[in-house]
């Protein structure tokens, strides 16, 4: 059974605050996304990587950025929060060409 | 990069009648056509998937159908049910390593 998981289910921060949001898979999937959602917007990619050490810009990377030392690990980084970037973020894994599977998500407010 | 519609936006359906769910891609060369479901404070689950050389799927009371000449997939759920409420969203893929752009998302309330 595919499991994704997410560091943090909730978060509270400051603004200007550095925020890490780590996402580990244990499928040895290539692919990992980060995704932000919001009412109305879906879900809109943030960032992807296929490959350790890689990375892609998604829809909407402004403000973020993103690590990936180790297959199994997918980070997500807001370098200075702001209150704009308050939502529900979203990681998944995959093969390439097969269904993502998503973590549990992690709900973020920044004050 | 991909477009991606979804219509309706929102469907409200009597229990036991159809649900059909439309998605519209520009990519001609995309070739992986899933569609998720996501229920209230839950996240999303694929419930089925076709590929770019099958022309409809069934399991039990879902099927996806794919037109690919119009550039369009659609999700149909018959005999729905109160737990069928819920968001569904289509992301059709171009290849395995390109950035996956889903649909706006429909959310479906089936009424007892």
């Known amino acids: 059974d595919v499991k994704v998981t997410q560091s943090s289910r909730y978060l509270v921060k400051r603004t200007g605050e550095k925020v890490f949001l780590e996402c580990v898979q244990d499928?040895?999937?290539?692919?990992m996304f980060w995704y932000r959602q919001d009412p109305g917007l879906g879900l809109r990619l943030i960032y992807f990587s296929y490959d350790v050490k890689m990375k892609e810009k998604g829809d909407i990377p402004e403000g973020y950025s993103v690590s990936r030392e180790k297959k199994e690990r997918f980070s997500l980084i807001l370098e200075s929060a702001s209150t704009n970037q308050t939502s529900m973020y979203l990681c998944a894994s995959s093969f390439p060409e097969q269904a993502q599977y998503f973590g549990p998500g992690t709900r973020l407010l920044v004050l | 990069g991909e477009n991606v519609e979804q219509h309706p936006s929102t469907l409200s359906v009597q229990e036991g009648d159809s649900a059909v769910i439309k998605c519209t891609y520009s990519d001609s060369a995309s070739n992986y056509f899933p569609w998720y479901k996501q229920e209230l404070g839950k996240r999303p689950q694929l419930i089925i998937d076709i590929r770019s050389n099958v022309g409809e799927k069934k399991d039990q009371r879902i099927a996806v159908t794919l037109n690919k000449t119009a550039k369009h997939f659609s999700l149909h759920i018959t005999e729905t049910q109160p737990e069928d409420s819920a968001v569904y969203f289509c992301?059709?893929?171009?290849?395995?390593?390109?950035?996956?752009?889903f649909g706006t998302g429909t959310k479906l309330q089936v009424i007892p």
């Open positions: 499928m040895d999937h290539e692919n």
């Open positions: 992301a059709p893929q171009t290849g395995g390593y390109q950035k996956v752009t």
